[in-house]
């Protein structure tokens, strides 16, 4: 039997994206062991109107199926995530494939959609894929699409974008968790240069501002309406491009954003 703490460490690492086999080498364990932290050993009938039956499998499955506790924090952070950059992808046997793409400028950022996806659904292990200039990070599931209702046929800006009642309370509760995996996604921190006439000479002055950019106006609106729940001000750009350049404003921001890394 091994000690409590090791059992964590494995568990952490596989939901941030490392194999079976890394973990037990890390770890110093057999990969059978850690498949048995991650999946769990009995396999009962499982009865779907009681959360509390099935083997530890399902107890870490699905929060909307199974009744399972649903970091709330987190699951707003990855919402942010995917209207961002995310989508799910139909596999065989009903299973789907969330993606996000990350890009590989910000290292630090890949390592915080890994954490989150492991988080939001702890049974599958997260995977990441190497393209062109970005890294993909997600997990197979049936139950992302219960967890992501906003998934659908064609594109994004293309449809209705709605929250269901149950994400509305959380992203109300999270508003800050949900804007910075907006921002993290199709935001950024610039800094922004203009240039005017001061006693007959042009001077230019710089100061910081932040973007989001999406061409859903349903997205758009659920950013805006987070900025307003928090009172700070933004303005339309154009018809995809969402500012913030009041000071006050970029500095409440950077308490919880602040610069991608």
Same mark, same amino acid.
């Given at each position: ?69 649903? +970091? *709330? ?6 919402? @942010? !995530?995917?209207?961002? =950059? /995310?989508?799910?992808?139909?596999? %065989? ?78 992203? +109300? *509760? ?6 910075? @995996? !907006?921002?993290?996604? =199709? /935001?950024?921190?610039?800094?922004? %240069? ?68």
């Amino acid at each position: 039997m091994y000690p409590e703490e090791v059992v964590q460490q494995a568990l952490e690492l596989s939901r941030a994206g490392w194999t079976d086999r890394e973990v037990a080498r890390r770890c110093g364990v057999s990969i059978a062991a850690v498949r048995k932290w991650r999946y769990g050993t009995r396999r009962r009938r499982l009865d779907p109107a009681d959360p509390t039956s099935g083997d530890a499998r399902f107890r870490r499955g699905c929060p909307r199926c199974f009744g399972r506790e649903l +970091d *709330e924090r987190c699951y707003a952070y990855l919402l @942010g !995530l995917y209207l961002g =950059d /995310g989508h799910l992808a139909r596999c %065989r046997k009903g299973v789907y494939r969330l993606d996000i793409a990350c890009d590989d400028a910000y290292p630090g950022l890949i390592e915080e959609a890994a954490k989150a996806v492991g988080t939001v659904l702890p049974i599958s292990r997260v995977g990441r894929r190497r393209k062109p200039g970005c890294t993909v990070v997600g997990s197979y599931s049936k139950h992302w699409p219960c967890l992501f209702p906003q998934h659908g046929p064609g594109r994004k800006h293309e449809r209705t974008i709605e929250l269901a009642d149950w994400q509305q309370k959380i992203v +109300d *509760e999270y508003t800050e968790e949900l804007i910075r @995996g !907006l921002i993290h996604s =199709d /935001g950024c921190r610039g800094v922004n %240069r203009v240039r005017r006439p001061v006693q007959g000479e042009e001077r230019w002055y710089e100061y910081p501002r932040y973007y989001f950019t999406n061409e859903s106006m349903d997205i758009q609106r659920l950013f805006t309406d987070a900025l307003d729940r928090l009172g700070i001000a933004w303005r339309q750009m154009n018809r995809k491009n969402v500012s913030v350049a009041r000071r006050e404003a970029v500095a409440r921001l950077d308490e919880f954003v602040g610069p991608k890394y």
